[in-house]
């Protein structure tokens, strides 16, 4: 059996994560400083960017020969990620 090591998979999961958090913590100084205009394609990014993070890290996940710190990593934003959205859309079906 080979050495356990990080793959393609691993590294595009945890930079993909990643970027979808700073898409999250950027989205209110991008939409001030351009007047609102790109704030649909940056809640796109993050929607689809969420989703794309979940299949990879199923993939990551069932890999067998791989090691798994930074799938982990990836999976801690994911979820980060994943719980702040689903509050977001909690809180704005129940008070508003």
Do not use: Q
């Amino acid at each position: 059996m080979s050495a356990k090591k990080h793959s393609w998979k691993s590294y595009l999961f945890l930079i993909s994560s990643v970027l979808v958090t700073a898409a999250m913590f950027l989205l209110d100084p991008i939409a001030r400083a351009t007047s609102e205009t790109l704030t649909p394609v940056i809640l796109a990014f993050i929607g689809l960017g969420t989703i794309c993070s979940i299949v990879l890290a199923v993939f990551c996940f069932r890999t067998l020969n791989e090691k798994k710190t930074l799938p982990i990593l990836g999976l801690l934003f994911t979820s980060l990620n994943f719980i702040l959205i689903v509050s977001f859309i909690w809180i704005g079906a129940n008070i508003a």
